[in-house]
């Protein structure tokens, strides 16, 4: 294996903006990163199951797969839009995070993001399972490796909404109509009507 080919991949899929992300760094902007967190960690639990569900299930995953991601790329759209409408509303109302926050939510995002899935079902065949077996410990290693990266690109959006708090709140609506309009982006690519 290309351990730094697979490193990059792994790297560049997990710390650029996405859906996930880009909910992280809106709900640091407006209510901080310790009540951010819980959001982060079922993000992180999500990815990791996701993971290991493609290390162990690969090949049925791969007869199915197909025909379940326009299902897939559909519901991952409409929730988008409404994580869109939520964002927006951030540069409104006191309320409006609450909606998107939470351990569950950041769960259930993972498993409507195609970005994620589509990720998790290829990094596993395409760079681990060639050189080692779906049920050796090494596999378990290289799920854990990649969902410790995972938590890392999650984490790092907290921080750098931390960072730029003061300045994303000073202009807070404009932030959430961009954040908003990038979900609203995001939900049209994967819903795959481009």
């Known amino acids: 294996m290309n351990i730094l080919t697979f490193l990059i991949y792994c790297i560049v899929v997990t710390f650029t903006p996405g859906p996930s992300n ?7 902007q407006k209510v901080g990163a310790r009540r951010t967190m819980p959001y982060v960690w079922g993000a992180t639990l999500a990815f990791g199951l996701l993971l ?3 290390a162990f299930l690969n090949q049925l995953l791969a007869d199915i797969l197909p025909g379940i991601l326009q299902v897939m790329q559909i519901i991952g759209g409409i929730y988008m839009l409404y994580l869109a409408y939520q964002v927006y509303r951030m540069g409104s109302t006191e309320a409006a995070p609450q909606a998107i926050l939470g351990f569950w939510n950041g769960v259930m995002m993972q498993f409507v993001n195609p970005k994620v899935v589509l990720f998790t079902f290829t990094v596993i065949p395409a ?3 060639p050189y080692v077996a779906a049920e050796s410990w090494s596999a378990f290693f290289y799920v854990m490796l990649i969902t410790c990266i995972g ?3 999650y984490s790092s ?3 750098f909404g931390t960072i730029f708090r003061s300045l994303l709140n000073r202009y807070q609506r404009t932030c959430s109509m961009l954040m908003a309009l990038f979900l609203i982006y ?3 690519i994967v819903s795959g009507l481009i």
């Not at 880009?22 to 640091?28: E, K, Q, R």
């Open 52 to 54: 290991t569900a493609s």
């Open 151 to 153: 938590f890392l690109a």
């Open 157 to 159: 959006w907290v921080v």
């Open 22 to 28: 880009i909910v992280i760094l809106s709900s640091t």
């Open 127 to 129: 760079y681990v399972l």
């Open 186 to 188: 995001s939900a049209i």
